[in-house]
């Protein structure tokens, strides 16, 4: 189990080994407190919860979701049981879109071994599965991690070069500027195209097939150019379309953590309306 996208019939087919780990990422924007309580009311047999603010976020950088240090990491990993030969799924309830933050800083720490379930707990109740109420106790693992790879802060998007695409994951209303809930400035960084990572996904939240989306990257201009850079809200659902764009067979863009958080919450250009 090596690829990026899990199915339900492949999680029930690994569930019964001891050593995998399927961790719950549900959050919302709006209520942060809603994830936690949603895992206590049900969750997948097995399914540890991982928290966005505390788990999968760091206290210090920029943004609202800077990356936690390497060592925090490796410890949160030690919680789950993770090893590097551990077997991990990860979901959520809104098609990946927070899972792929998890399944990114593992996959960039080495972990191949790392998939997100398609479609999420709504495809695992629909295929007739339940839930419980049961949290797991695992024993303690241990992983290694290194120096995060592959990120990007402002001054790095501000600076990069004419032909370097910035992907943007936000809703096109906050592309836009029609709107914007949580941070300082409406609009987008200038030059940035509108990458809504809910398009990666079909109306019951699985994700399009590889060609489906491959062709909607295409149609983009998006290839999968060295130098490239996926962005967001907070470096959150920008790793959705990451994760979308490998599975479409292409190679990996630069991930901005601070995203619009940070670039919004400091003295640079913004650019509001349907372009660039």
Known sequence: MVRSLISVDELVAISGDPATRVVDCRWYLDEPEKGP???????????????????LSGEDGPGRHPLPSPDAFADTL???????????????????SIAARLWWMLTNQGHSNTSVLDGGIQAWTRHGHETTTIEPDHLRGSYGTRPWRDVVDGAAVAAR????????????????????????KAGHIPGAISVPQT???????????PNELRSRFS??????AKGDIAQCGSGVTACHNIL????????????????????????????IGDTP
């Open 37 to 55: 309580f949603e895992y206590r009311q049900g969750h997948i047999p097995g399914a540890q919860y991982a928290s966005l603010d505390i788990d």
């Open 161 to 184: 070069p004419n032909d370097s695409l910035v992907m943007d994951a936000r809703s096109l209303e906050r592309y836009r500027g029609d709107e914007e809930p949580v941070d300082p």
């Open 199 to 209: 398009e990666n996904l079909s109306a019951d939240l699985t994700f399009l097939t």
């Open 219 to 224: 149609d983009l201009g998006i290839n999968g």
């Open 78 to 96: 030690a919680r789950f049981g993770v090893t590097a030969s551990t077997p991990v799924v990860v979901y959520d309830d809104r098609g990946g």
């Open 244 to 271: 979308a764009m490998e599975v479409a067979g292409i190679d990996r863009p630069l991930l901005y953590v601070g995203s619009w958080s940070d670039w919004s919450s400091d003295d640079r250009p913004v650019a």
